[in-house]
């Protein structure tokens, strides 16, 4: 089975905080995604990457960055966490973009005070 | 843009009756569609998926989704509800000449009464 893991399930920050979001897969796969997930908004995609050292903004990039170092590492970072950032953010990951599956990890609350 | 709206914010079911929830998609071209569930803390699980061909796709768990192309709609269904199937539902669209963005809609929340 494919495995997505996030390294936190839940996170608690300060404003002002860099905070650094951690997501290993496990298959080998191209593309990781890095979501923003909030009610009724259902996931909003923030930065993608389809290869090492590269990446895509997605929708909502703004006060994110993201680091693929390695194939199989995603980070997802908030440079000066804000209350607005208090939200779920889902790793995933799939071997070519679109027109697969993405699988997903469970997930890292993360709240902002 | 490619955009996917899920009308239905939270539907209430008892358990044995049928499920329909609703998918609309806003996609000139024809779009790859798709149909996860988020259990209570779990991450976002594949139902189905429909790329091409027979447009009655089967899935995972006893779903099976419809597309209909006249009226851009990817309607999910199942014939007899188990309390399990209590969770979240997320229609998603992803599309080659859309920059090959998944765009998920705001999702459905299932309710299941014995």
């Known amino acids: 089975d494919v495995k997505v893991t996030q390294s936190s399930r839940y996170l608690v920050k300060r404003t002002g905080e860099k905070v650094f979001l951690e997501c290993v897969q496990d298959?080998?796969?191209?593309?990781m995604f890095w979501y923003r997930q909030d009610p009724g908004l259902g996931l909003r995609l923030i930065y993608f990457s389809y290869d090492v050292k590269m990446k895509e903004k997605g929708d909502i990039p703004e006060g994110y960055s993201v680091s693929r170092e390695k194939k199989e590492r995603f980070s997802l970072i908030l440079e000066s966490a804000s209350t607005n950032q208090t939200s779920m953010y889902l790793c995933?990951?799939?071997?070519?973009?679109?027109?697969?599956?993405?699988?997903f990890g469970q997930g890292t609350r993360l709240t902002v005070v | 843009a490619q955009s996917v709206t899920q009308p239905d914010i939270h539907i209430t079911v008892s358990e044995g009756a049928s499920l329909e929830l609703r998918c609309n998609y806003s996609y000139g071209a024809t779009p790859y569609l798709f149909w996860y569930v988020q259990s209570p803390g779990q991450g976002l699980q594949l139902l189905l998926k429909?790329?091409?061909?027979?447009?009655l796709v089967q899935g995972i768990k006893g779903f099976e989704a419809e597309f209909k192309r006249s009226q851009s709609s990817f309607n999910l269904r199942k014939p007899s509800v188990h309390w399990s199937d209590a969770a979240e539902y997320f229609c998603a669209v992803g599309a080659r000449a859309a920059g090959n963005k998944l765009t998920f809609g705001g999702g459905t929340r299932v309710l299941v009464k014995p």
């Open positions: 429909y790329f091409s061909g027979d447009t």
């Open positions: 298959m080998d796969h191209e593309n």
């Open positions: 995933a990951s799939s071997i070519k973009l679109v027109n697969t599956e993405a699988f």
